[in-house]
Each structure stands twice: as C-alpha cells, then as structure tokens.
C-alpha cells in the first residue's frame, strides 16, 4: 500500500479535507498534510488554532473488516507513530509508550541522564531553552512529578460509511507558545529529545513521511489478520501497563479500577482488580492512581 499524499499550507483541520474526500467518493489510501490548522479539534469536540511546529495529518481508511475489529485500528496507528519516532530518533524507542486508547506519550528520562544535561546547561535537547520533561524528572517542586509527557494524539471517526484518521505529533514547540501547562496532559516536543537538525518544516514532512511508511506496512495486515499480530507489541510498548487506574467517563464516574495487564484482541483494556477479578474497559479515560 502507499499513500497518495496532498500537503497544504494551511487548512481549518485536515480532519474536514478527509470528510469532505469522502463525501466525494474518493478511495482509501489518501493523506492530507497541513502546516498550520485554524480549527483543529480533539477530545470532546474542543478546539484551537495549530501554530507550526505539529505534524497535522489525516488518513482516508476504507477496511472491509467486521464492525468488532474496528476499535482496534486506533491502537495500529499508535503503534505505527511510535515506529515513525523510532526509526528518526532511534534512541528514544524505550521511551515512545502508547497509552490506551488514542496518545503516544514520552516516559521520564532517567535522572542520570537529565542531570547531565543540567550540569551542562541545557535545558532541552536544542539548547534553546528549559524542557518540561527534564525539568519534571529533575524534581522541580513549581510542577507535579509525572510518568509521562504527551507527544501525540490520535482521532478515529467514522464519517459516511468510511474512516476519518487524525494524527496530531508534537515536533517543535512553537515560538510564540505559552508557558508549560500544568494539567495532566503535558505535551513534550521532539526537538526537545533530539530531533532538532534542519528546517522545522523538513522535520514535519520527515515525521509524515515516516508514519505514512509505517501505516502503509501494517495496517494492510490488520485488514487481513486483525489485531492479533500486533497484539505483543502493544503490550510490550504500553506506558499502562502494571499501574493502577480508575477508568472513568465523561462525567467523572469511575468504570472500572485495577492494575492494567494487557489489551485484549479486541482492544478492550485488561484490569485486574485488587480481588484479583479481570475486568475489560471499552471505554472512558485512564486516571493513574
């Protein structure tokens, strides 16, 4: 399989170019590229403006698959971005996790290695400036210690009978960007990790590129085999895995608790209970305790 690929300046979302590609007809294997996004959107329909400095790019899919292997294929398409990032930057492959269901996020460095980036004074891996990864692992009491740093989000939806597939990856952090949030989603860039030679554009295009490469190499597997393949992998690559959590919906009621041991075939998430009962989540947002 290869992608045919269409790049854009600017776009209101590359989400609207897919649907639109798909109300006309058009078939699978198109991806749309945008520099710049002025009406992005992610989880519960929010949106904003996307400065340059993201990887903006979404997939028309039309797997002829059963109805029940479709959860699945958000879980392919992070294990492909996590493939992208390890392939341009290879030293970051025991850091890239997945994190059920939809975000690709950057485990701690170990303090070893963030205190001797300290004791040089860098403050990222550029140089140009503090990173919010270094500084969390290093113990700055201003922000809360955290397991990870978001480096990506995934959007799946079915949109007249065909898939609509939004990736959003953090490449450079934008020049005019605020100051480092504070909520549980802080984002991490890669040219804080390293990926930082070239024209930032050249890093962007080199980032799409690469996904498109590897979601051309298995998402014509899952078609055939499902998830099962890749099954493993995911597991061996999940930043949930062994830690304990409450799943709980929009509203803030708790689903289903317990440690995370596996993602089912189906791509429900495995919670073990502290009675020791598994249970399967479909759905709802993974809280660690």
Not at 13 to 40: M, Y
Not at 159 to 182: K, Y
Request: charged letters at 20%; glycine letters at 10%.
């Amino acid at each position: 399989m290869q992608f045919r690929v269409e790049s854009f300046e600017t776009v209101t979302s590359t989400n609207d170019l897919i649907k639109r590609a798909i109300e006309e007809g058009k078939p699978e294997g198109l991806a749309v590229r945008g520099l710049r996004q002025t009406a992005g959107y992610g989880r519960q329909g929010r949106a904003w403006e996307s400065p340059i400095g993201g990887m903006y790019q979404s997939f028309l899919l039309r797997p002829e698959v059963p109805p029940a292997q479709l959860p699945t294929l958000s879980l392919l398409v992070g294990l492909a971005v996590r493939r992208a990032v390890a392939v341009l930057v290879p030293e970051l492959e025991d850091r890239v996790q997945v994190k059920w269901p939809n975000d690709i996020v950057v485990a701690e460095a170990p303090a070893s290695l963030d205190e001797a980036a300290s004791a040089a004074g860098e403050g990222s891996a550029c140089g140009e400036g503090p990173s919010p990864l270094c500084d969390a692992a290093l113990g700055d009491d201003s922000r809360p210690r955290r397991p990870f740093h978001k480096l990506c989000g995934i959007s799946t939806e079915m949109h007249a009978r065909a898939l609509c597939v939004g990736v959003g990856v953090n490449v450079a952090r934008p020049a005019d960007a605020a100051s480092v949030p504070t909520g549980k989603n802080v984002p991490i860039y890669l040219d804080e990790l390293g990926f930082c030679e070239g024209p930032v554009e050249d890093r962007i295009n080199a980032v799409a590129d690469a996904l498109c490469d590897q979601l051309a190499i298995a998402y014509p597997l899952w078609c055939e085999q499902g998830f099962g393949p890749f099954q493993a992998e995911f597991d061996g690559c999940s930043a949930l895995s062994g830690r304990f959590v409450r799943m709980e919906d929009l509203s803030g009621n708790v689903l289903a608790a317990g440690t995370v041991t596996r993602v089912a075939p189906d791509g429900r998430l495995v919670l073990r209970t502290p009675e020791g009962v598994e249970v399967f989540a479909s759905s709802g947002e993974a809280h660690i305790r």
